[in-house]
């Protein structure tokens, strides 16, 4: 009997997912593993979240390189300080500067938007006068961390007012 609700439902408020729901609910799941396939071939972190975060992908060997990117600044107050790559600290992710490293290399003015966004959200706090995008790489044997980290100054850029 179609349409008619059964004492069961009636007391639990259970209602019974029609074929259109269905349709939809598979549809949108197809759709998501559609993106995700695509993403996965081109293996691209431009892609996500509907393909692979490389950064997260593999295992490091024992005897390897981490690097790891950072920016640091002068300020107008004086100090050298390291940018805190977020959101609320300079607008800016650290995943979007290691994906544009070989931009800002090439191009170290893009760094001004990091400068940007800080004087932006902390209108407050000390402005940005020189950016160092830096590279340290920690070397490791046998799974230990030897040694310091070694900086490497990959782009230096001085902050337009």
């Known amino acids: ?16 997912l029609g074929r259109i729901g269905k349709g939809v609910r598979v549809l949108v799941a197809l759709a998501g593993i559609g993106l995700l396939i695509n993403g996965s071939v081109r293996a691209s972190d431009d ?4 393909g692979p975060m490389s950064q997260y992908a593999g295992m490091i060997a024992d005897d390897a390189s981490i690097t790891y990117t950072r920016i640091t600044a002068r300020t ?7 940018v805190p790559l977020n959101i609320e600290g300079a607008g800016v992710a650290r995943a979007e500067i290691e994906a544009r490293t070989g931009e800002i290399v090439k191009d170290p003015s893009l760094l001004q938007a990091v400068a940007d966004g800080w004087a932006r959200k902390h209108p407050d706090k000390p402005k940005y006068v020189k950016l160092e995008l830096i590279r340290d790489t920690t070397t490791l ?15 230096t850029w001085r902050v337009r007012r």
């Open 1 to 16: 009997m179609a349409g008619v609700v059964t004492k069961q439902q009636e007391r639990t408020g259970d209602v019974r």
């Open 47 to 50: 892609a996500w979240p509907f």
């Open 76 to 82: 107008d107050a004086g100090t050298t300080v390291d």
């Open 141 to 155: 044997v046998d799974g230990r961390v030897v040694g310091d980290p070694v900086p490497e100054v990959l782009a």
